[in-house]
């Protein structure tokens, strides 16, 4: 017998008909003996339509009220949640953030999980009942209702499993489980047994959006067994895990991450003295502008050129500070290209293998992709590349390492 946190995101609960399949599920682990806590999240596109409501008002509508708002989603399924659970002979009970007591800090709409008192929920385990918590929200010591970011019911759940040490934490959702990079880019993806936490928090900053990545980033710091798999079809899914927690040898690389929507500028011809990479990069933090990939290098007449990546969105609002810096700096020029993406390999077996990057670059080269920037962490290598290359160089790194679906095992 095991203690199980389920969540089940929006998709899963999306409609009347889902909730009771959601509840054919929960009882069906009832039957064999398990205790389950769920934690939902609002029907699907609730949650936008709450906002756009808020926003037909203001457009910067007060933060406390947004949270009394859009709190409201989690609420309307766990109710029904529990009524078709109740409908089967299951007897079960449902608790807004607030009513657990899923004590948080003040900041309004992302807000952070302190403490979870789980003491109702331990005794109605005891009596034998499930119990399904709004995931998404909790409440201030002065008791606001407070909203942990969207897609903040992931957190819920993992924050629940840790505070009840559960045996695991399963995340339902529309896809089952989390694969070697994306499917719809390389059809022959291959859904991953298992990876670390280490990995999917690399896998998931780069754009692979099945998890929240303040989840993840909880599951690991307290070792909370994550699984994520469908609400739709059978399945092991995917084990989120600690490293060596594996009878399996590993391979080097577990997964090809990508984004597209980046952006690269270089101020040419900056004088090299101290300072200037803070000259450069300072105002643009101003302009709340984020970066992501930096690379300095100087050239033999003393000056150097600086070179980072941006969110494409945030492209032309970088360039105009740079035009301004780089007056100041008396540097050469400022360049860029909004046609970027970059590419990264993650895979904890790194750290014991050489020449993985060296692979890398030969698989690109083959394909005649110019590397235009290389950044490197413990476990992950990341190329930023003209993106009109991107599909064809991920396909070519998922072959090169081997990670390809083995078709000639039939299914
Ligand atoms: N309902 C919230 C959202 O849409 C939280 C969640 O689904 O995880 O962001
Ligand atoms: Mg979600």
Do not use: W
Not at 85 to 103: D, F, H, M, N, P
Not at 310 to 325: F, G, I, Q, S, T
């Amino acid at each position: 017998m095991a203690l199980f946190v389920q969540k089940y995101g929006g998709t899963s609960v999306g409609t009347v008909d889902r909730i009771e399949a959601v509840a054919d599920k929960v009882r069906g682990f009832k039957q064999q003996g398990h205790d389950v806590v769920v934690a939902v999240s609002a029907m699907s596109g609730e949650t936008n339509r709450l906002i756009s409501l808020a926003k037909d008002i203001q457009s910067k509508p007060n933060a406390r009220e947004m949270d009394v708002l859009v709190s409201t989603g989690e609420q309307v399924t766990i109710a029904l949640l529990c009524m078709a659970l109740e409908k089967r002979g299951v007897s079960a009970r449902s608790y807004t953030g607030s009513q657990v007591k899923i004590l948080t800090d003040s900041s309004h709409t992302k807000a952070r999980i302190q403490d979870i008192e789980v003491s109702s929920i331990k005794s109605d385990l005891e009596a034998g009942r499930v119990v399904v918590v709004a995931g998404f929200q909790g409440v201030d010591l002065d008791g606001n209702i407070t909203t942990l970011g969207r897609g903040g019911s992931d957190t819920t759940g993992v924050a629940l499993a840790a505070a009840l040490k559960a045996d695991e934490c399963q995340i339902y959702t529309d896809v089952d489980g989390v694969y070697t990079t994306d499917p719809r880019v390389v059809s022959s993806a291959k859904r991953l047994e298992q990876i670390t936490f280490e990995e999917m928090l690399e896998m998931a900053s780069l754009g692979s959006k099945v998890l929240q990545i303040r989840a993840v980033e909880f599951a690991g710091k307290y070792k909370v067994p994550l699984r994520v798999l469908s609400s739709f079809e059978e399945g092991p899914g995917t084990l989120i895990t600690v490293e060596g927690d594996s009878t399996v040898e590993k391979p080097v690389i577990s997964g090809i991450a990508f984004n597209r929507d980046e952006a690269k500028l270089t101020v040419m011809g900056v004088p090299d003295v101290p300072g200037v990479a803070s000259k450069i990069l300072g105002p643009i933090s101003q302009a709340n502008i984020e970066v992501d990939v930096i690379v300095q290098n100087v050239a033999a007449d003393n000056t150097t050129d600086f070179t980072f990546t941006v969110h494409r969105n945030d492209y032309d609002a970088a360039e105009a500070v740079l035009e301004k810096v780089s007056a100041e700096l008396g540097a050469r020029e400022v360049v860029g290209d909004n046609q970027i993406a970059k590419v990264s390999i993650v895979g904890v077996g790194m750290r014991s293998h050489a020449g993985v990057a060296s692979k890398m670059f030969d698989a690109l080269a083959a394909e005649n992709i110019n590397i235009q920037m290389i950044s490197t962490s413990e476990i992950k290598v990341s190329v930023v590349i003209a993106e009109k290359y991107l599909e064809l160089a991920v396909r070519s790194l998922h072959t090169a390492f081997d990670m390809d679906v083995d078709d000639s095992v039939s299914e």
